[in-house]
């Protein structure tokens, strides 16, 4: 990610940066109220070209520039939080860590992962089912590969 730069239109950027920003009286977080990425987390646009991330630019704003090579971490886990006292600086492996000490690091298994298409109860009975592949992939609106998956244990294993 290029660093982002900050020049003469300082005081501009942030007074267009707090517009999108909601202080909810009673919570410590600034949520961003602008665009957000796939992911939840703010994004800026300068000159409708380069654009930052909104907890970045916060960072920059309002604690200093932004160390080279470094991520904008938060405490709070909220991706849409710009509150630099809830931001800090920090190199790809503290971003590691700091996943894995708040048990972010799960990846969610069966209907719970993002992109199931089956749910238990078919998985079960694809399991059970002792028609060829394609056949039962055509049942269910899947592919036969998906079908070899689940019955050699590839996927869906906490079933099988």
């Known amino acids: 990610m290029k660093p982002l730069v900050i020049r003469n239109a300082y005081k501009d950027l942030r007074d267009r940066f707090d517009c999108r920003?909601?202080?909810?009286p009673g919570v410590d977080?600034?949520?961003?109220?602008?665009?957000t990425n796939k992911n939840g987390y703010g994004m800026v646009y300068f000159n409708q070209q380069q654009r930052s991330t909104a907890h970045r630019v916060s960072y920059s704003l309002y604690v200093g520039p932004v160390p080279r090579g470094?991520?904008?971490?938060?405490?709070?886990?909220?991706?849409?939080?710009v509150n630099p006292d809830?931001?800090?600086?920090?190199?790809?492996?503290?971003?590691?860590r700091?996943?894995?000490?708040?048990?972010?690091?799960?990846?969610?298994?069966?209907?719970?992962?993002?992109?199931?298409?089956?749910?238990?109860?078919?998985?079960?009975?694809?399991?059970?089912?002792?028609?060829?592949n394609?056949?039962?992939?055509?049942?269910?609106?899947v592919c036969d590969v998906t079908i070899c998956d689940i019955r050699k244990g590839r996927t869906w294993r906490h079933l099988s």
């Open 70 to 81: 470094q991520y904008v971490l938060h405490k709070c886990d909220v991706h849409s939080c």
């Open 86 to 96: 809830h931001l800090f600086a920090g190199t790809p492996l503290d971003n590691m």
């Open 98 to 132: 700091d996943m894995i000490n708040k048990g972010r690091n799960v990846n969610p298994c069966g209907e719970k992962a993002p992109r199931a298409k089956l749910t238990e109860k078919q998985v079960l009975a694809i399991l059970r089912d002792n028609r060829g």
């Open 29 to 35: 977080c600034w949520i961003w109220n602008g665009s």
């Open 134 to 141: 394609t056949v039962v992939a055509k049942d269910y609106g």
């Open 21 to 24: 920003v909601e202080r909810i």
